[in-house]
């Protein structure tokens, strides 16, 4: 889900840094240092998850765990995914500088999004209401990428093979982890802190 | 299914060495390296970006790192990099579309530059070093102490997922595709994270018992000399140099 440096056209990423910053201003919002620790914490423990490796034919995915961290995190999702993405260009200069702004948007909109909607869809049954949570989160994040590499190059949509028909297939295993772990691992929330997942307390 | 690795060789495991880049006040060489790689991205030209790429590499040989450790950071970009390249120059069937593929080009060395001068960047000081000049570039605090617990607890909860795998597999459980697999996973994921959070309250109560209130303590930033002065005013004249080229204006 990490677009590169350089992948993406100089206005797509100038506009995609400011509404990036304007998210992260949100996120960021009132925070106070006894927030610190738990959003720490909690973003280190959704880093560390998505070395879960998940074997695709010749491949293997890595869940993302975007909905769970939505449901943990609340408005502080884009900042938690803010800190994932630092860490990731400081450990692995996996994902690039100037594309922090778009990765941000690809990964913490649908997580704001899925934390929004989780209180929403509470009457649903909690593994599926996972599923959908984890699942709708994948989509829109595959959305969002897609759209700014559309805006950046048309040659990203050249073609019946294009990348960005290419991109979208591969993230379909993706899906379908994400919804199986986040399902499973939101139906064990139901049970053991059913204040989590649903209505009720949430900082 | 099972867990990955925070692997390949630590970025700071060639920080010992010494050289200009090791030598260079990390809050400098941050500033330099971000803006070079601002203009990287704003390049054009391949033959631009590529001499580029060709700073960038001669900075990370000169100060020791070794070829194989840049290549090892690569691995994370190839593989989107090698999909846009093969879809790009195949996308519209045969023949290979020219354009297509010199974009893919333009594309792939602006990636593997910025990678490259981020491994420069990164990869000569401890990564303690940089985390206290980051402190000290005058950054919102509370989200730079974010960054730094997150980092302290990334190692803590791998090992802690190793360890739940080593237990199932200690129970003869074989992961495969099926839904007891992801059951265990998912539940896993879901143990995992509500440990974080309990325990995020403990380390919490701890901190505030020591005076946390929101700023980590850092030593004493290292001074700027003139040579550390020099070394941003030649990258940044480097940069700068390559885009107004790559722009075409008279100079």
New interface residues.
Partial sequence: M??????LS?PV?GAAAVAAGGLLWYS?RG????D??????????????S??????GVTSV??V?LG?TGV?LGRRAP?AV???L??Q??????G???TLGANLLIMGVPALLAGLAFPVLRRVPPALRGALGGGLAVVLAVAVMVFFLVLS?E??L??????VY??SA?YLPVLA?EA??????????QR??PELVGSGRRS | MGVGHIHGQDIDAHAGLDSWLHRWEPRLKIAAGTIFVVGVVLLKSLPLAAAAFGLAALAVFSAGLPARFLAGRFLWVLPFLSLMFITLALGNGLPLSAAGLSFAALVCLKALTAVTVMVALLGTQPLQALFSALAHLRLPPLPLTALFLTYRYLFLFRDELHAAQRSLAARAFRPGLDRRSFRAFGELTGTVLLGALDRSERVHRAMSARGFEGRLPAGPARAVRGADLAKGLVSVAAVVLLVVLDRGLPI
């Fill in positions: 990490h677009i590169a440096d350089g992948v100089v990423v960021a925070l106070k240092a006894e610190v620790p738990r959003i720490s914490l909690l973003a280190g423990a959704f880093f560390v998850s070395l879960i490796r998940v074997p695709v890595h869940p765990l769970l943990f900042l803010f800190l994932g630092l860490l260009a400081l450990l692995f200069q996996h690039g500088l100037t190059a040659y990203y050249n073609g019946p093979f294009s990348l290419v991109l591969a982890v199986a772990l986040t399902g499973f691992a939101v139906r064990l929330l053991v802190r």
